[in-house]
């Protein structure tokens, strides 16, 4: 889990977002579910949670879906209603695979060229870094995570990166799935961070077919 401990350190300067929106518990109109604001990829990324809780892949669990295409996530509740969206940072290399064993490598030896975010299901469960700090393992033994922003180089403008609205200036991480802090605590915490849940990736270059499983896919219905 060196890759998750790493990955959890290096991150970018705490930051208010624009761009996310979240159902916050003094506000009794943002308590109500609500769609996921206008973003690029989202027929497909809608189409997919509604084939999720059609074929109850998730179990009634908390879920979140990612698409790298837009660098976008989306949290439901178990039920299917919309918890909130919001940008996020993925790995520097585009890319479906997972590169095995990278976790257990020191950062300078980890090269650009494995710094992918996987797709794939991911059942998670809520842990702590190496510096104590709340994270959202999806792949503990890969030290892969969900996780919010902290501060990093500010070579990486990873702040800047994460308010940006083209989704290829969001590649920059070690292949950590990296939020906004105050979405990150407000939103997610209260979820997968108290709970199992599940995390969706969506792919960027292999068909959805090629990485989840036909069940899932099945729920799937045209618009």
């Known amino acids: 889990m060196l890759r998750g401990a790493l990955c959890a350190l290096a991150v970018g300067l705490l930051?208010?977002?624009?761009?996310?929106?979240?159902?916050l518990p003094d506000d009794a109109a943002a308590r109500q579910p609500r769609a996921a604001p206008a973003i690029g990829g989202q027929d497909e990324l809608q189409r997919f949670a509604r084939g999720v809780i059609d074929s109850n892949d998730h179990r009634r669990r908390p879920f979140a879906v990612v698409d790298k295409k837009s660098a976008r996530l989306v949290l439901y509740?178990?039920?299917?209603?919309?918890?909130?969206?919001?940008?996020v940072l993925l790995g520097l290399q585009p890319g479906d695979h997972a590169v095995r064993g990278?976790?257990?490598?020191?950062?300078?030896a980890?090269?650009?060229e494995e710094r992918t975010t996987p797709a794939g299901r991911f059942d998670t469960e809520p842990g702590r870094n190496l510096s104590g700090e709340r994270v959202v393992w999806m792949d503990y033994e890969e030290?892969?995570?969900l996780h919010r922003l902290r501060p990093a180089p500010a070579r990486e403008r990873r702040a800047q990166r994460l308010a940006s609205s083209t989704p290829a200036d969001n590649r920059i991480s070690l292949g950590c799935v990296i939020l906004d802090a105050d979405f990150f605590v407000a939103v997610v915490e209260p979820v997968l961070g108290r709970q199992r849940?599940?995390?969706?990736?969506?792919?960027?270059?292999?068909?959805?077919?090629?990485?989840?499983?036909?069940?899932?896919?099945?729920?799937?219905?045209?618009?």
């Open 102 to 108: 990278v976790g257990r490598k020191p950062l300078s």
């Open 77 to 87: 509740a178990g039920d299917g209603s919309v918890l909130g969206a919001a940008p």
């Open 15 to 23: 930051w208010s977002t624009p761009g996310w929106s979240r159902a």
């Open 143 to 145: 030290g892969l995570a």
């Open 110 to 112: 980890i090269r650009p």
């Open 197 to 223: 849940g599940v995390i969706y990736v969506l792919p960027e270059t292999e068909p959805l077919a090629a990485v989840f499983e036909r069940q899932v896919l099945a729920g799937l219905r045209p618009d």
